[in-house]
């Protein structure tokens, strides 16, 4: 693979379906940025001090540290700084919390601008005057629909956007495999694959 300039990086799991296509349904239907594949943000954008390669290793050298853990999605909720609605996580929050805090260190250490927060984005931001109601609404959808809460952490999606680039242009890397995962492809081990 050709050297790629330094640019910036995060770290996403992105949800398995059935859920996930729920969510990118509720997701078109609210007000705001489109997000085009519900996501769990690992590590959150930031600029690179080092080659992607460089950072590819750390991350992956860190990332072999954890296994494969269940999130449960709970509420819908606000941002109030921002207007942003996302969904809490009432379990996998701790691990989450652990797996930021290593990888937020050394090579890939950045002073964020909000406090890491384990959520799901779904909408946002979203007008004052409509807030209300457009959570009510989200409420409702997130409530009466049949799909799971709960699911498999077991990858991780490395997203790189070149140097200049404008945020519709993050590109996947690579993903990473936990260790002791159960769900997608098992059987062919718990080493690192590229995609």
């Known amino acids: ?11 996403v799991n992105y949800i398995p379906d059935p859920l996930g296509s729920f969510l990118h349904t509720l997701r078109r239907l609210l007000p705001g940025e489109e997000d085009p594949q519900p996501h769990i943000t690992i590590l959150p954008p930031r600029p690179l001090k080092v080659s992607m390669e460089s ?15 269940e ?11 921002t207007s942003y609605l996302y969904l809490d996580i009432v379990e996998g929050n701790r691990t989450l919390h652990q797996l930021h805090a290593a990888l937020n260190a050394g090579e ?3 002073e964020e601008k909000f406090a890491y927060r384990p959520h799901l984005t779904i909408g946002g ?27 498999v952490v077991d990858e991780i999606v490395c997203l790189w956007l070149r140097p200049e680039g404008d945020s519709s242009e993050w590109r996947r890397l690579w993903s990473h495999w936990l260790s002791g995962r159960t769900g997608r492809g098992a059987a062919a081990g718990l080493t690192s694959q590229t995609s």
Do not use: Y
């Open 55 to 69: 950072a590819s290793l750390h991350a992956r050298k860190i990332l072999d540290d954890f296994s494969s853990f």
């Open 1 to 11: 693979m050709k050297a790629l300039e330094q640019g910036s990086l995060a770290l």
């Open 125 to 151: 931001p979203v007008a004052a005057d409509v807030l209300s109601s457009v959570q009510e609404q989200a409420e409702h959808a997130w409530r009466t629909n049949g799909s799971p809460r709960r699911f």
């Open 108 to 110: 890939l250490s950045h």
């Open 71 to 81: 999130v449960e999605l709970s509420s819908v909720r606000c941002f109030p700084d």
